[in-house]
């Protein structure tokens, strides 16, 4: 099993910079993919940016050229670094691993989630 911690969220004005974090624990050997997702108030949750085992990054267009998704050589926590921060950025963010339960199958684990508000 994997559990998820998520820090770094606040208030910060347009323009800004905020960087999250999150920490796994538990069988982060398991873990292939890491993301981090976020939901508006009144939208649905959608990804952001993902992070492979291998290292391999993917991002919506939307915060392409702003925000970066890391991961730490130990394994056990990955970042996003957001820069350029605009107001529609504003969403709880949640980080997120899937994971190998056994051979075959998967389990995605969340957070618990950390708001950031880009506001003047």
């Known amino acids: 099993q994997v559990q998820l911690v998520e820090s770094g969220g606040g208030l910060v004005q347009p323009g800004g910079s905020l960087r999250l974090s999150c920490e796994a624990s538990?069988?982060?050997?398991?873990?292939?993919?890491w993301g981090w997702y976020r939901q508006a108030p009144g939208k649905q949750r959608e990804l952001v940016a993902t992070?492979?085992?291998?290292?391999?990054?993917n991002y919506t267009n939307s915060v392409k050229g702003r925000f970066t998704i890391s991961r730490d050589n130990a394994g056990n926590m990955v970042h996003l670094q957001m820069n350029n921060l605009k107001p529609e950025d504003t969403a709880v963010y949640y980080c997120?691993?899937?994971?190998?339960?056994?051979?075959?199958?998967?389990?995605?684990?969340w957070g618990q989630g950390t708001l950031v508000t880009v506001s003047s």
């Open positions: 997120t691993a899937n994971y190998f339960i056994d051979s075959y199958n998967t389990i995605n684990a």
């Open positions: 538990g069988n982060i050997a398991s873990i292939f993919v």
């Open positions: 992070i492979t085992s291998g290292g391999r990054t």
